[in-house]
Every structure is written in structure tokens, then in C-alpha cells.
């Protein structure tokens, strides 16, 4: 058991920096300390204020002032791809661990039903970058079914398609469109084991707003172990649902010819966007389980300094 | 209506939208033919891509039977007059697509966003008037928003570098009233210099009607393909539209009967179905559904033994928006369970 609680702190405060903060404040080995952002009258940075957290509109730099004095220990950057490089560099330079939420890829991707485990083990995969990225919200939704279908056969093609209500896309996300795409494919290949990834991603501007949908494609090598596949896939499902509850199998798998087909449905918690947004509850929910494992293995094993000095 | 001694951009689309009525397998052969006979009859500007745009080879919407970059290396170079465009959405395609599509010397690039999310175009937009391509900026399914906020959806391409703006009419859903509406609040609210385009579809025969509106109230460039091979029922048949047009004393510098051969010769013999408004194209232009789902729809109804018009409905009901494809196949299950 943890006795003491990792000091955090958010950088971004967007839907899922916000969102990220409400989770983290319920979390028994995160103890959210900071929240950073840009502009002064976001909801996100008067909501952590009001919930006691420091907050600061100055951006990194002020957050860097308070590193050591607040012992804050990892970060998660939600803010965007365009950004994170130097947050990253300056976060890492005060030894702080991040968990990137934006699709900027400089470290390993991380799906938690899929690798986090496998990431944990190999400590070294972890201190090389220190920095773990969550790839994308379509990704955390989708990737675990390729994952599941992949372990039973070869995958040559995964494709994701994700539909996310226009509401629960903030400005972040709509600037990083490119770069949802690309991370996500490249995770569907990484990740997932397809040989070749595709990802589209979709705005859907209905009133009220939609549920997050995401459909996944596989074409399988030979033809599909449907049995296999099939009792795979579920189990995946019930391994996601442990973090995110309203991860929903709606129709599928279906197969056609070497084509195997997910649909799937992500209802939130509504902690900060209401239960359609589930595109920020898989991710911030992700991250957080993220977190908290890395959080144990810094109150349980041995930090580098330690072994250094040894 | 007086347009008389106004001057139109035609602007082909059977080569792209005519993909989705191919199921995206236009021969390289064909492509040769129908573009070098349609830059013949002097048609400025033909659109070549997948039909849901640069990097729309997928499961979702149907793997084409080559890739855009054979597409656009086969029918550029055999261009005596002609610029071909290329679309892109993007959530699809990226900016890696449209560097290739500049590479392979396109004139014109059209950014594509449903009409509310105009600002995922940014960096496309913005890359594409860098690299000095005529630039459009084209919000689909403009039926859904009011004239007002469509055109601040538009302001934000303009603002973006866009020179031109189209109001996209992707269910074929527009009456004229909606269209002259939409046309004017454009031209009266975006710059004198950004141009307006139109794009039609058939689905409730209106396509020339409309596209004659939007000229009336002020469009520069109106779509179009030989034939209407397009999404849905059709785009507006371009020959027709040609005819129409230059009756009315307008200047589109195409040629009436050289463009009529190319619909009647060419285009009509490379149909694997009338392009006409059969129950279900009549759906979605009734419904408000997105023309692109109608080959999609056939397909599962036939599939789950379900009825074609009433996945469309529903995905009506559903209010999906471009690229939702993978939903027809969702509420075709659905529909199939609720039937045991």
C-alpha cells in the first residue's frame, strides 16, 4: 500500500486538462498540486482554484519556479503537439516525469489494457525518456480491439474511425488534426500489431450532442478465427471498461471475408464535460490509471538517484 | 432571374464525386478519356481525387482502384487547357497528402470541413495559399447552419487564406430560397476578392435550378459533372447546367455540344447504375442525409436484409454528418436485430 500521495501538476487548462483534475483529485496515490495554463479567465484554472490547487495563467515558467519547493513529481501536458516539445524539455531538465496527452509522440506510446504493464517492467524504457504519450483519444478507444484481434492473428490493415460530438473538441484538438491521424495510425502499427494503420477522425456538430463513437476495421492475413476473435475482443472490452466504465460494445464483431468490424460507444463520467464527451474521459481516465501506476513505482522501487549513489 | 453577361467558373466532378457512384473504380483509362475530352470542350477546372478526397482509400469509404497519386500523375500531364483540382477533409487526409497533390502539380486545392468546423482547416488552408495553389475552402452540408453562421464559418477560411468559399449542398437537400439565401449572405459578408462557388447535388432535382440561384445571387464558380455522375443522385449535370446557362446570356467559355459528348459518349457508358433520383437519392435529399451513403446503404440493406431507405432515414434522424460511414453499417445491424 501507498502511504503517501505523488505531488502532481496539470499543464493545459482545457476540457481535458479539467477533466484530468477532477479524476486526479479522487485518485488515493495523485495529489494534484498545480494547474497551468494560458489565459487567465479559463474555467479550467478558476475551477482549480476553487477546488485548491495553486493555479497560474503565466504558463510553464511559473510552474517551473515551484518544482522543487512543491516537490511536484510528474506532470501531464494537455496542452497541444505544437507545445509539448519545449514543456517537455524544460519539465524534464527539473527531473519532473510527464505523461503527454497531446498526440506529440516524443515517448512511448502507452494504451493501458495493451502495454502499460510491459512499460512499467522495463524501467529503463521509462527513465530513457521519461515521458510517456497516450497517443489519442481514438487511439485509447480503438487500439486495445486491434490489440485483441492481433494477439489471436495477423493483422495486415487496422483502421479507426472516431466520432466525437464538436463540443467536446476544443480548440487543442481541432489544431492538432494532422497530427491525430498520424499518431494514432502509427500507434494502430506500434501498438496494435497491424502491419498498416489508418485513422480518421469525424466532428459531429448535433444538438444534443452525440455519444463518442469509434468503429474499428481489421483485415486480417488468413481468414479470421471468428470464435477466437470474438471471445478476445470481449475480454479486451471488460479490461478497458476497469478505467473507463462506459466503454461500450454496441454491434460486432462482425466479419465479412478477412474484414473484421468493432462498433463501439464511450459515454463519460460527465465529471467536467457532460456523459457524451467519453473522447476526454478515455483519455484523461487512461492517463490517470498511467499515472497512479507510476506513482507506485516511484514510492516502491528504488529511484535512479538511489541506484547512483549506490 | 437575369443572369445575363455574367462570367462562371465550371468546375467538373466526375472524376472525384463521380467516384462514389464508381465505388471509387474509375480506370486509369477512364480518367485519360473523361478529363482530356472535358479539357477539350474547354471545361477550366476538373477535380481528380478518391471520392471522400486525398487519403479516402480506406475500409470505410472503399479502397479506389489506383491511389491518387497514379490519378493525378496520369491525367496532369495530358492537360492542354484544364487545371485539376484535389479535396481534401481534413480528420482523412493530411497535410502530407496536399504536398504530394502540389508536387504532382494540382492547381487547386479545396479544403473540405463539415460547416460548423471550419477551423480544423487551418493548417491546410493556410499551407496550401503558401504554396501558392489556388485555394478553396468548401463547407459541406451547408444546409445545416443558417445563412449567418455559415458565413462566419467562411470568414474563418477567408481568414485563413482561402480565395474562394463554396457553399456545399452535400444532401442535395437545398431549396432555391435556401440557396440564395446562403449565396448572398457570402458575398455580401466575405471579401470583394474571395470568390463564391456552389456545389450541387440532384437528389431533389434541383441541381441546375440551384446552381442557376447561386449564380443569380452572386456565386463565381458552380460544380458540376458530365452526365452528373456524382454521390446521391448526381451532381448537377454539368452539360445541362452549360446549356441552361449560356440561354440565359451567361459566359462559361465551355463548349454546349463538345460537352454534351462527353456525358452522352463517354460518361453515360461508364455508369454501373442510372445516376437518376431513384426512392432512396430522394431520401436523402428529403431527409438532409450526406449523398456519399447512398452506394453504402444499398450495400448493408442488401447485406442485412434490411431496407436501404430506411437506414437512411435513421442516419437522417441520427443528424451524421460527412464521413460517418461507418454508421450505415451500425444501424443496419440494428435494423436487422430489431427485425428478429
Known amino acids: 500500500m501507498v502511504d503517501k500521495k505523488i505531488n502532481i501538476a496539470l499543464i493545459g487548462s482545457g476540457n481535458i486538462g479539467t477533466d484530468l483534475m477532477i479524476k486526479a483529485l479522487r485518485s488515493s496515490t495523485l495529489n494534484p498540486v498545480w494547474m497551468v495554463g494560458i489565459d487567465e479567465c479559463s474555467d479550467g484554472l478558476k475551477r482549480a482554484k476553487s477546488l485548491g490547487l495553486k493555479a497560474t495563467h503565466l504558463g510553464i515558467d511559473e510552474l517551473l519556479n515551484h518544482i522543487e519547493a512543491d516537490n511536484i513529481q510528474i506532470a501531464f501536458d494537455a496542452t497541444s503537439a505544437y507545445v509539448h516539445g519545449e514543456n517537455n524539455r524544460k519539465l524534464q531538465s527539473k527531473g519532473v516525469k510527464v505523461i503527454d496527452l497531446t498526440p506529440a509522440a516524443i515517448g512511448p506510446y502507452c494504451i493501458p489494457s495493451v502495454n502499460l504493464e510491459s512499460l512499467m517492467a522495463q524501467t529503463e524504457h521509462v527513465s530513457e525518456t521519461n515521458n510517456l504519450n497516450m497517443v489519442t483519444c481514438g487511439g485509447q478507444a480503438t487500439i486495445p480491439i486491434i490489440a485483441a484481434i492481433s494477439q489471436i492473428q495477423d493483422v495486415d490493415y487496422g483502421e479507426i474511425v472516431a466520432t466525437i460530438a464538436s463540443k467536446s473538441a476544443g480548440p487543442g484538438t481541432r489544431k492538432n488534426i494532422d497530427e491525430f491521424t498520424r499518431t494514432t495510425a502509427d500507434a494502430i502499427e506500434k501498438i496494435g500489431g497491424a502491419t498498416q494503420g489508418k485513422a480518421i477522425i469525424v466532428m459531429n456538430p448535433a444538438e444534443p450532442p452525440l455519444m463518442m463513437r469509434d468503429t474499428v476495421h481489421c483485415l486480417t492475413r488468413d481468414e479470421p478465427d471468428q470464435k477466437a476473435i470474438t471471445a478476445s475482443v470481449l475480454t479486451m472490452i471488460e479490461q478497458v471498461q476497469q478505467y473507463v466504465p462506459g466503454y461500450q460494445l454496441k454491434n460486432g464483431p462482425v466479419f465479412d471475408g478477412k474484414r473484421v468490424s468493432v462498433f463501439l460507444e464511450v459515454a463519460g463520467l460527465g465529471d467536467y464535460l457532460p456523459e457524451y464527451a467519453g473522447n476526454l474521459d478515455i483519455m484523461t481516465s487512461a492517463a490517470l490509471r498511467t499515472g497512479e501506476m507510476l506513482a507506485q513505482s516511484l514510492t516502491t522501487k528504488p529511484t535512479e538517484s538511489d541506484v547512483t549513489r549506490t | ?340
Do not use: W
Not at chain 2, 477533409?89 to 508536387?103: F, N, Q, S, V
Open chain 2, 1 to 340: 432571374m437575369n443572369i445575363s453577361n455574367k462570367k462562371i467558373i465550371l468546375h467538373d466532378m466526375c472524376l472525384r464525386d463521380g467516384m462514389h457512384a464508381k465505388r471509387h473504380q474509375i480506370s486509369l483509362t477512364e480518367m485519360t478519356q473523361v478529363a482530356t475530352a472535358l479539357d477539350d470542350a474547354g471545361v477550366p477546372l476538373i477535380e481528380v481525387t478518391h471520392g471522400d478526397g486525398l487519403g479516402g482509400n480506406s475500409v470505410n469509404y472503399g479502397f479506389a482502384a489506383h491511389s491518387d497519386e497514379e490519378y493525378l500523375s496520369t491525367v496532369i500531364p495530358l492537360m492542354k487547357q484544364a487545371k485539376i483540382s484535389a479535396l481534401l477533409l481534413p480528420g482523412i487526409g493530411t497535410i502530407d497528402h496536399l504536398r504530394m497533390a502540389h508536387e504532382l502539380g494540382v492547381s487547386t486545392i479545396r479544403v473540405a470541413a463539415q460547416c460548423t468546423e471550419a477551423d480544423v482547416t487551418e493548417q491546410h488552408i493556410a499551407l496550401s495559399r503558401t504554396l501558392g495553389l489556388d485555394t478553396v475552402g468548401f463547407l459541406m452540408m451547408a444546409h445545416m447552419l443558417e445563412p449567418k453562421a455559415l458565413l462566419e464559418q467562411a470568414k474563418l477560411m477567408e481568414s485563413y487564406g482561402a480565395n474562394c468559399i463554396y457553399c456545399t449542398d452535400s444532401a442535395g437537400y437545398m431549396l432555391q430560397d435556401d440557396v440564395f439565401q446562403r449565396i448572398t449572405a457570402l458575398r455580401q459578408g466575405l471579401k470583394p476578392e474571395t470568390q463564391i462557388g456552389f456545389h450541387g447535388h440532384h437528389n431533389l432535382a434541383l441541381g441546375v435550378a440551384n446552381s442557376l440561384t447561386a449564380v443569380e445571387a452572386g456565386a463565381d464558380r458552380i460544380d458540376g459533372s458530365a452526365a452528373g455522375l456524382g454521390a446521391g443522385a448526381g451532381n448537377t449535370p454539368l452539360e445541362v447546367f452549360n446549356a441552361v446557362a449560356t440561354r440565359m446570356g451567361a459566359t462559361t467559355d465551355v463548349d454546349i455540344f463538345k460537352l454534351m459528348a462527353v456525358a452522352e459518349e463517354i460518361v453515360v457508358p461508364m455508369m454501373e447504375q442510372p445516376i437518376r433520383v431513384d426512392r432512396d437519392s430522394l431520401v436523402l435529399g428529403y431527409a438532409g442525409v450526406y449523398s456519399s451513403f447512398l452506394l453504402h446503404a444499398k450495400r448493408a440493406a442488401k447485406k442485412y436484409g434490411v431496407r436501404s431507405e430506411e437506414i437512411l432515414l435513421k442516419l437522417g434522424q441520427m443528424k451524421t454528418v460527412g464521413g460517418q460511414e461507418d454508421m450505415i453499417e451500425d444501424v443496419a445491424l440494428n435494423l436487422a436485430n430489431n427485425q428478429k
